[in-house]
């Protein structure tokens, strides 16, 4: 059974940076992709970036592309989400997803793993 524990969410001004992480623990060895979700209040969770463990391939939400950076240390069994240039429509929980083999991270209904979120928001 996988654990995923999610750190460094906060609160920031519109234009400023956070760097989320994700520490998984347990059945890492059969992952297949992690990504994060997020979760405003009233919206549905939507996907924002995602990477396959064995392909390194990254997918982006639209709307992040080119200020949002997902990575990953195998060596720490970590997954992160880097934020620049955040903006106030970013704000929401944010939760770390993780997928063994049959599974996926692009949408939540195929996720197997979830953190417990970790809120982040901006002001303008």
């Known amino acids: 059974q996988g654990k995923l524990v999610e750190s460094g969410g906060g609160s920031v001004q519109a234009g400023g940076s956070l760097r989320l992480s994700c520490a998984a623990s347990g059945s890492t060895s059969s992952i297949y992709c992690m990504g994060w979700f997020r979760q405003a209040p009233g919206k549905e969770r939507e996907r924002v970036a995602r990477?396959?463990?064995?392909?390194?391939?990254?997918f982006y939400a639209d709307s992040v592309k080119g200020r949002f950076t997902i990575s990953q240390d195998n060596a720490k069994n970590t997954l992160y989400l880097q934020m620049n240039s955040l903006k106030p429509e970013d704000t929401a929980m944010y939760y770390c997803?993780?997928?063994?083999?049959?599974?996926?991270?692009?949408?939540?209904?195929?996720?197997?793993?979830w953190g417990q979120g970790t809120q982040v928001t901006v002001s303008s």
């Open positions: 997803a993780a997928a063994q083999s049959g599974g996926d991270c692009y949408t939540a209904n195929l996720v197997n793993y």
């Open positions: 990477i396959y463990t064995n392909s390194g391939k990254m």
